[in-house]
C-alpha cells in the first residue's frame, strides 16, 4: 500500500494513522479472486449470483451507470453485481447508513467527482477522478488492485471503514433459510 504525502490516515483512537495499513500481507497477496472473494463475502462469486434478491445491472465499459445503479438503489436493491467496468458520473449517491449497497464489480471501478456510496465496494481496483473531487465510501472497500486518486484539484476521496454500516448491510441483505425447528413439512 503506497499513500502519497497528502493522505489522510486515521486509525482507532489513540493509535496512530500509519498502524492502519499493513504493507506486504502475505496471505492476501496469495489469494486468487475466488478466495478473496469468499474471504469476505462468505459465498463464492457464483453462488453470490444465484442469490435471490442479487440484480444484475446492465452496464456498458466506460459509459456512465449512474442511472441504472440508482434505479436499483432506489427500489431497495442491496446487492447489486456488475460483470463489466463500472463508471459512476459525478454526483452519484447510492445507500444511506441504514440502507447500504453492497457493489460487487467484475472489473475496474472508476468514481468520478463527489461519488457517495455507504456499503460495501468489491472489484479489480478503484479509480477516482475528476476535476473537483469529494466523496466517499462508507462502510469497506475490497480490491484486488490498486485505489488511484486521480483528481486534479479539490479534496480527494474518503475511504471510511464503518461497522455499523457493515452490520446493517450484512443483517439486510443474503438469502433467507428457514431455521431448523421453525417449519414443518407435513
Same mark, same amino acid.
Given at each position: 500500500? *503506497?499513500?502519497?504525502? %497528502?493522505?489522510y490516515?486515521?486509525?482507532?483512537a489513540g $493509535?496512530p494513522? /500509519?498502524?492502519?495499513?499493513?504493507?506486504?500481507?502475505? @496471505?492476501l497477496?496469495a489469494?486468487?479472486?475466488q478466495?478473496?472473494f !469468499?474471504?469476505y463475502?462468505g459465498v463464492d462469486?457464483a453462488?453470490?449470483r444465484?442469490?435471490?434478491?442479487?440484480?444484475? &445491472?446492465?452496464?456498458v #465499459?466506460?459509459?456512465?451507470c449512474s442511472? #441504472?445503479?440508482? @434505479?436499483e +438503489?432506489?427500489?431497495? @436493491?442491496?446487492m447489486?453485481?456488475v460483470?463489466?467496468?463500472?463508471?459512476l458520473? /459525478?454526483? $452519484?449517491?447510492? =445507500?444511506s447508513p441504514t440502507?447500504?449497497?453492497?457493489l460487487v464489480?467484475?472489473g475496474?471501478?472508476?468514481f468520478?467527482?463527489d461519488v !457517495?456510496?455507504?456499503g460495501?465496494?468489491? =472489484?479489480n481496483r478503484?479509480t477516482w477522478?475528476?476535476a473537483? =473531487?469529494?466523496?466517499?465510501?462508507? %462502510?469497506a472497500v475490497?480490491?484486488e488492485g490498486?485505489?488511484?486518486n @486521480?483528481?486534479? =484539484?479539490?479534496?480527494?476521496?474518503?475511504?471510511?471503514?464503518d !461497522? *455499523?454500516v457493515? +452490520?446493517y448491510l450484512s443483517?439486510?441483505? %443474503?438469502?433467507?433459510?428457514p &431455521?431448523p %425447528?421453525?417449519?414443518r413439512?407435513?
Amino acid at each position: 500500500i *503506497d499513500t502519497d504525502a %497528502g493522505a489522510y490516515l486515521i486509525s482507532r483512537a489513540g $493509535t496512530p494513522g /500509519a498502524e492502519s495499513v499493513i504493507a506486504d500481507d502475505a @496471505t492476501l497477496s496469495a489469494m486468487t479472486r475466488q478466495q478473496f472473494f !469468499k474471504a469476505y463475502a462468505g459465498v463464492d462469486l457464483a453462488t453470490f449470483r444465484a442469490i435471490p434478491g442479487v440484480r444484475e &445491472v446492465p452496464c456498458v #465499459a466506460a459509459v456512465d451507470c449512474s442511472a #441504472a445503479m440508482a @434505479t436499483e +438503489a432506489v427500489h431497495g @436493491t442491496g446487492m447489486l453485481h456488475v460483470s463489466t467496468d463500472l463508471l459512476l458520473g /459525478a454526483g $452519484t449517491v447510492l =445507500g444511506s447508513p441504514t440502507e447500504p449497497v453492497l457493489l460487487v464489480v467484475d472489473g475496474v471501478v472508476e468514481f468520478a467527482d463527489d461519488v !457517495k456510496i455507504h456499503g460495501a465496494v468489491f =472489484g479489480n481496483r478503484l479509480t477516482w477522478g475528476g476535476a473537483a =473531487g469529494g466523496g466517499f465510501v462508507r %462502510g469497506a472497500v475490497m480490491l484486488e488492485g490498486n485505489a488511484v486518486n @486521480t483528481c486534479c =484539484g479539490g479534496a480527494g476521496p474518503s475511504l471510511v471503514y464503518d !461497522k *455499523d454500516v457493515l +452490520a446493517y448491510l450484512s443483517l439486510f441483505t %443474503g438469502a433467507f433459510a428457514p &431455521v431448523p %425447528g421453525s417449519w414443518r413439512d407435513y
